[in-house]
């Protein structure tokens, strides 16, 4: 008998994912301007690093939510004793406020309906532990974002069905494509609990059209189960067409009063919209009060700590702070995507149209030595080894098109980003060369063996004239 349970020893974390592959070979070689300029680039981190600026000056400026005061006076004492899980209400009505300020106003939320979590990855866990029983399957998009494979499985033991999404029309979703996942799942004998989808989406960096949404809430409402929304990112959109929530559909079409209405959450942090992934500050939201009570009580595995939601309370309210920051982030995210996708396109490398995110969707299916995944594995390893840049290979998000990655942007300096685009300039043009070299000497090697068969059938054709004679 093993000393570890059955979770603790099993492998369905999914670490021995290339995307965290990638991270472990990066660790134990990271690239630094100085100290180690040859070494692994990291762009397989959908981090915001853009404006700590702006943090640092808001700070500087507001030293008490630092040092834990209010109006000159110590509140230490008052924010490390004990806290009740639902969280401090200035924080949530702060929150709720800058949820509904990034959607443009069109949308307001009741901060009677947020859960505090220890940022995204615990929201979408308990949300799989209030909504589905182990063995519970739900359906996502491909490509999704790989560590959904952690966070949604391998404690719950809920199952990932796949909607299948293709290049053909820029991987949106098609109601084809859902029913087929449908019915695949019931092929398995899985009971299909819900749909979860991100928007903007994580890898393509892409926001999903109205007529898309409409698409999801209608089959939701038809089969009668759950839509998860995981919107880490509406708050990086930096050019159009502009981010279009869910709940914004939701309101438009009249369903208040309908079933729908409480059958669709919604996910949201700090993390990506901010840059603050440290603080682990993320929230359920949900129109069931069922939910919201049961995910309350599992959040006390997961709290933002009180000194993490002082601090930002003060930050979220300070409305003059929040407006410049998502104004400056978004023109800061659209130059950064900008320098990438030029970058790329001098190297012969195109993205995917998108226009939010932290990361292009990047197509090097030219680059594959075969229409394949295991071409596709040969040719990360190389970028990864031999270019010394982590990136994310399309596998890895489920994709069912060999050749597509994701490379991230917004985790380093512009001039990181710009010997980044080097080194895969580089490679390129040396498989070009590489390419061209193979072409030539597969020329060569057909002149030599036609001169050979030439000089062969005149020697014969000399013999048997000899012969004649």
Not at 58 to 73: F, H, I, T
Not at 377 to 397: A, F, Q, R, T
């Amino acid at each position: 008998m093993g000393l570890l349970s059955r979770k603790a020893s099993c492998n369905s974390h999914g670490q021995d994912s290339s995307y965290f592959l990638g991270w472990q070979e990066y660790e134990q070689n990271p690239y630094h301007e100085v100290n180690n300029p040859k070494g692994i680039i990291q762009m397989g981190l959908a981090e915001n690093q853009l404006c700590f600026d702006l943090f640092e000056s808001w700070l500087a400026k507001n030293p008490d939510a630092v040092s834990l005061k209010r109006d000159g006076k110590s509140i230490f004492k008052e924010l490390v004793l004990f806290q009740d899980y639902h969280g401090f209400p200035a924080f949530k009505k702060a929150l709720v406020d800058f949820m509904s300020e990034i959607r443009g106003n069109k949308v307001t939320f009741d901060p009677n309906h947020i859960v505090l979590t220890a940022g995204a990855t615990s929201a979408n866990e308990t949300l799989m532990f209030c909504l589905a029983e182990e063995g519970d399957a739900f359906l996502l998009p491909t490509p999704y974002y790989p560590g959904f494979d952690r966070d949604l499985k391998w404690r719950t033991g809920v199952e990932i069905v796949p909607i299948h999404c293709t290049s053909s029309n820029g991987f949106k979703i098609t109601l084809s494509a859902i029913e087929e996942a449908y019915q695949q799942a019931q092929k398995r004998n899985l009971r299909v609990k819900g749909v979860l989808i991100t928007n903007p989406s994580n890898p393509l960096g892409t926001t999903m059209a109205r007529d898309q949404l409409d698409l999801l809430i209608k089959f939701i409402d038809d089969k009668r189960i759950h839509l998860i929304s995981d919107e880490i990112y509406s708050g990086t959109v930096f050019n159009s067409p502009s981010f279009v929530s869910v709940m914004e559909v939701l309101n438009d079409k009249n369903l208040r009063q309908t079933q729908v209405w409480e059958r669709v959450h919604i996910v949201y942090s700090l993390s990506k919209d901010l840059g603050l992934p440290g603080f682990r500050a993320g929230a359920i939201y949900s129109n069931d009060p069922a939910v919201v009570a049961a995910a309350t009580k599992m959040s006390s595995f997961g709290l933002v700590s009180s000194q993490t939601q002082y601090l930002l309370s003060a930050m979220l309210s300070d409305k003059k702070f929040t407006r410049e920051y998502v104004s400056e982030n978004h023109e800061r995210l659209r130059q950064r995507q900008r320098d990438l996708v030029s970058g790329l396109e001098k190297a012969g490398i195109s993205c995917l149209d998108s226009n939010a995110g932290l990361f292009c969707w990047v197509d090097m299916r030219h680059l594959l030595k075969s229409d394949t995944f295991e071409a596709e594995m040969e040719l990360w390893k190389k970028i990864v080894y031999d270019v010394k840049l982590n990136i994310s290979p399309g596998s890895s998000c489920h994709c069912v098109e060999p050749g597509w990655f994701r490379v991230c942007f917004a985790n380093m300096s512009g001039n990181t980003l710009q010997l980044a685009i080097q080194r895969l300039e580089s490679f390129v043009s040396s498989i070009a060369i590489n390419s061209r070299t193979h072409e030539e000497l597969k020329s060569l090697r057909r002149k030599t063996r036609n001169n050979w068969v030439f000089r062969l059938s005149f020697q014969s054709f000399h013999d048997r004239e000899q012969d004649d004679r």
